[in-house]
């Protein structure tokens, strides 16, 4: 997934909206489909009914195996989707209102869907949910309990000796050019909740703000993590510690780079991922001897 595609899924991600109006059932049994988001495409190949995909956005890493690209996540191709005659049209609220889905409502398309998932729970009985109308159901418990197994595993609290055991403070950012950090209220800090750590910025109503670095020195974080892409934040972490060395993060050599494989993807092995990962970037920093 490029950057590009991480900026627009996470942007979409916070943009209010309500809930839109499905056309009525899918036909049982569902044999094909068209996904409108990347998230339940991942979802349906984890309940191994990726054969039943038929059409997927152009942000899909389905471009092989005969599934047609139906357009981009904002840009859906109406005609091409009709053309395919799918069963149901999955799509999400997380980038309903900007894919017009009405439209294809109301051009005779079976749509469901799929409300916003603002943690662990919600997207595991939205999963539950699309396992239900695929027929697989048992399979969807038994993943369940396995990712819940090793989210629980990964769920600890980062101490930090000599702070009183609090937790470790986190500036994550999704941009470097420009500086796009995470909050407290953003699917993202929920990840870095359950990892262990709390997020360094708490907009109240922005889950995504831009910030400046000047805020940095304010903020003073435990831990830096970028997902900005490595030229940035190569470049990024070179003017930190250039120019901003007296800051914790910096003096302890607490910055770290992410990829953005797991963590913009709305799916209960993504999340448990996502958490395992930030959880291990705390833990060596813990390791590494940070100092207060």
């Not at 005779?108 to 799929?114: E, K, L, P, S, T």
């Amino acid at each position: 997934m490029s950057m590009s595609m991480v900026m627009l899924a996470l942007t979409l991600s916070v943009i209010l909206c309500s809930p839109g109006k499905d056309a009525g059932a899918p036909a049982a049994p569902v044999m094909r489909i068209v996904s409108l988001s990347p998230s339940i495409s991942r979802q349906i190949i984890d309940l191994h009914a990726g054969r039943l995909l038929v059409g997927v956005t152009s942000y899909d890493d389905l471009r092989e195996g005969g599934v047609t690209i139906v357009g981009t996540l904002i840009q859906p191709n109406f005609e091409k989707i009709l053309t395919l005659e799918p069963d149901v049209v999955f799509c999400s609220d997380e980038d309903g209102p900007v894919q017009n889905i009405e439209r294809l409502i109301e051009a005779g398309a079976v749509v469901r869907r799929f409300g916003r998932n603002r943690n662990y729970a919600d997207i595991c009985d939205h999963y539950e949910a699309l396992a239900g109308m695929l027929g697989r159901e048992g399979l969807a418990r038994k993943n369940i309990q396995r990712y819940t197994e090793r989210l629980n595993r990964a769920i600890h609290r980062t101490r930090f000796s000599g702070r009183g055991g609090r937790l470790p403070r986190v500036a994550f950012f999704l941009s470097c050019r420009p500086l796009i950090a995470a909050s407290s209220d953003s699917f993202i800090g929920r990840i870095i909740r359950d990892a262990g750590g709390s997020c360094a910025y708490h907009a109240a109503g922005l889950s995504y703000p831009m910030v400046s670095v000047e805020s940095l020195v304010y903020a003073d974080p435990d831990v830096f993590i970028s997902m900005g892409g490595d030229a940035d934040s190569s470049d990024f972490f070179r003017v930190l510690s250039g120019d901003f060395n007296s800051l914790k993060a910096v003096r302890n050599r607490a910055l770290f780079m992410i990829a953005p494989d797991t963590i913009p993807y709305y799916t209960p092995e993504d999340y448990v991922k996502s958490v395992e990962k930030i959880s291990g970037i705390l833990r060596k920093a813990a390791l590494s001897g940070l100092t207060p």
